[in-house]
């Protein structure tokens, strides 16, 4: 019977039996306590076009009072202005299911404080295809307030000491900078400089080349420098002009060094003729690393794989 309880008697102060009641033929009733958005489908118009639109349920109502808030809006009034303000900013009809599916919460935004985010990175010189990149990658972006992007690029500016276009290609090419939690990237700073050692001018460079190092793992980016550093034997300078090494796996790296190690060839030092870049090193395939590198056959390379 509980079922019934959201049917209203035909007029609201009339009384009904529980016998009328179960003659009253209603719409399908919303399910009343569903743990899936899924149930809601049938009932919902807004949520069967998001479906359609290719917005992931099951995984939109992981997040924190999504589905509480999809069930709230309605299509033509609250959902349609923000997909056409998505797709005016430049995310693509087929990136609109992925888009919403990971920030669901846009669709409950302010259109026009949506608006005066985007203006802002205008008037910061952002292009409309870097606004659009930016704005596909880090889905977050534009449920953060002026003043905190504000706050974010002059973080970096001072902190790393680098100019406007250097700290706006930095956040366009990795723009959860801009979204995700700044106490790890204080951190990562922190570590590069204190405890491996690099000089500012050389973060810088490595940041700029590199921009997931301000958000990779302290404990990897620790232990591939002692590796690189001490064991190789790379100086400073070296990694900085190569800081893709530190996105590696440190046992692709080690798997490799030992390797030349053993056939006699690991020369990491530019004046030497039979010099190895470690871009070489780490970025090639296995087969090209060990035919044009090594110099030897895979069969060779897995053979001694198998003795570590």
């Known amino acids: 019977f509980s079922d019934w309880d959201d049917i209203p008697p035909s007029s609201a102060l009339e009384v009904i039996s529980e016998e009328e009641a179960v003659q009253i033929i209603a719409e399908p009733l919303l399910p009343i306590q569903s743990s899936t958005l899924r149930d809601y489908v049938d009932h919902s118009e807004t949520l069967a076009k998001l479906v359609h639109l290719g917005v992931d349920l099951s995984q939109v109502e992981k997040r924190q009072k999504a589905g509480q808030l999809l069930l709230t809006l309605d299509f033509e009034k609250d959902v349609k202005k923000i997909l056409l303000f998505l797709k005016d900013v430049g995310v693509e009809d087929n990136q609109l299911g992925t888009f919403l599916t990971k920030n669901p919460y846009i669709l409950g935004e302010d259109l026009e404080a949506l608006e005066t985010r985007v203006a802002y990175l205008k008037s ?85 080349k590199t921009p997931k190092i301000l958000t990779a793992s302290k404990k990897r980016l620790k232990q591939t420098f002692d590796y690189l550093h001490n064991i190789m034997g790379i100086p400073h300078h070296m990694l900085t002009r190569f800081p893709q090494v530190f996105n ?41 690393f060990c035919t044009e590198i090594a110099k030897a056959s895979m069969q060779d390379f897995e053979n001694f794989l198998k003795t570590l």
């Open 124 to 208: 910061k010189k952002f292009g409309k295809s870097e606004i659009a990149q930016m704005v596909s990658r880090a889905p977050y972006l534009l449920l953060f307030s002026v003043e905190r992007l504000d706050n974010r690029l002059g973080f970096f500016k001072n902190e790393l000491g680098l100019s406007v276009k250097k700290t706006k290609d930095l956040v366009i090419r990795l723009p959860r900078l801009l979204t995700g939690k700044i106490e790890p990237v204080k951190e990562n700073l922190q570590v590069c400089q204190i405890e491996l050692g690099f000089q500012r001018n050389e973060i810088q460079q490595i940041v700029c």
């Open 248 to 288: 590696s796996k440190l046992l692709r790296i080690r798997e490799r060094h030992m390797f030349l190690a053993f056939l006699g060839r690991a020369q990491y030092d530019p004046a030497q003729p039979s010099y190895i870049s470690l871009d070489q090193l780490v970025s090639l395939p296995d087969e090209v």
